[in-house]
């Protein structure tokens, strides 16, 4: 009898621990040390927190219970510090003065490729403002630096929009496709549909297109853009 009790309650206490996730993070970034950071992650359409805990020594942790894979972030008050993948297992947070990195997932993998290769095309960008200085101290008139900084922003651009719309498309899904989609929009001064986004809802899955934010978000941007079709009408 003993014997069974005691396999059942095994059995509960594995269950108990099958939707646990552990965070164990170090940082570098010295503006850290001592803040709270916040783990918050997108339940449905609204942001809850599930976890939080101080910068000791540079180093911190989570833990708590997620029933299904979410989209995550790290903030600090209401600033926001790293997107991650939240999922029941271990993972391991690196936050670095120049780039932050999470493994022990392959969605994290995926997701922070990704981050390196737009933050690649984003330093490529930056550099283009003091190319322009470069540019003028070299004597080179101002016709020409504008129409070749025009072209080459064009052309980072269009990579941009290449990698976004690759990997939001290349995972509709799972999280990573609405996450992204979720980052990318969140800049907006307010819901419209662009050439980019009209790509992306092109072939979208029906699981994608259901997705709470995606799908309010594309309910107001056509409103949104009848609007505005009414207006220059």
């Given at each position: 009898?003993r014997?069974?009790?005691?396999?059942?309650?095994?059995?509960?206490?594995?269950?108990?621990?099958?939707?646990?996730f552990?965070?164990?993070?170090?940082?570098s970034?010295?503006?850290?040390?001592?803040?709270t950071?916040?783990?918050?992650?997108?339940?449905?359409?609204?942001l809850?927190?599930?976890?939080?805990?101080?910068?000791?020594?540079?180093?911190?942790s989570?833990?708590?219970?997620?029933?299904?894979?979410?989209?995550?972030?790290?903030?600090?008050?209401?600033?926001?510090?790293?997107?991650?993948?939240?999922?029941?297992?271990?993972?391991?947070?690196?936050?670095?003065e120049?780039?932050?990195?999470?493994?022990?997932?392959?969605?994290?993998?995926?997701?922070?490729?990704?981050?390196?290769?737009?933050t690649?095309?984003?330093?490529?960008?930056?550099?283009?403002?003091?190319?322009?200085?470069?540019m003028?101290?070299?004597?080179?008139?101002?016709?020409t630096?504008?129409?070749?900084?025009?072209?080459?922003?064009?052309v980072?651009?269009?990579e941009?929009?290449?990698?976004?719309?690759?990997?939001?498309?290349?995972?509709?899904?799972?999280?990573?496709?609405?996450?992204?989609?979720?980052?990318?929009?969140?800049?907006?001064?307010y819901?419209?549909?662009?050439?980019?986004?009209?790509?992306?809802?092109?072939?979208?899955?029906?699981?994608?297109?259901?997705?709470?934010?995606?799908?309010?978000?594309?309910?107001?941007?056509?409103?949104?853009?009848?609007?505005?079709?009414?207006?220059?009408?």
């Open positions: 009898m014997k069974v009790l005691y396999f059942f309650g095994a059995m509960l206490a594995l269950a108990s621990c099958a939707d646990n552990q965070v164990k993070g170090l940082s970034v010295h503006y850290l040390e001592g803040k950071l916040y783990l918050k992650a997108f339940v449905g359409d609204k809850e927190e599930m976890d939080s805990c101080k910068v000791v020594h540079g180093k911190f989570f833990s708590g219970n997620v029933d299904s894979v979410v989209m995550a972030t790290l903030y600090v008050g209401d600033e926001c510090v790293m997107p991650l993948v939240l999922e029941t297992g271990k993972l391991t947070v690196d936050i670095g120049a780039e932050q990195n999470v493994t022990g997932s392959e969605l994290n993998d995926s997701l922070f490729c990704f981050i390196k290769k737009k690649v095309i984003d330093k490529q960008m930056n550099e283009l403002y003091r190319k322009e200085s470069r003028i101290m070299d004597g080179i008139d101002h016709e630096i504008v129409t070749q900084l025009n072209e080459e922003a064009r980072l651009m269009e941009t929009d290449a990698l976004v719309t690759k990997f939001i498309t290349s995972n509709y899904d799972n999280v990573l496709g609405p996450g992204v989609f979720m980052i990318v929009t969140s800049g907006m001064q819901p419209v549909l662009t050439p980019q986004i009209e790509q992306i809802m092109l072939n979208a899955t029906t699981r994608f297109k259901s997705h709470p934010y995606v799908e309010e978000y594309i309910s107001v941007a056509e409103e949104n853009m009848e609007k505005l079709n009414t207006v220059e009408e």
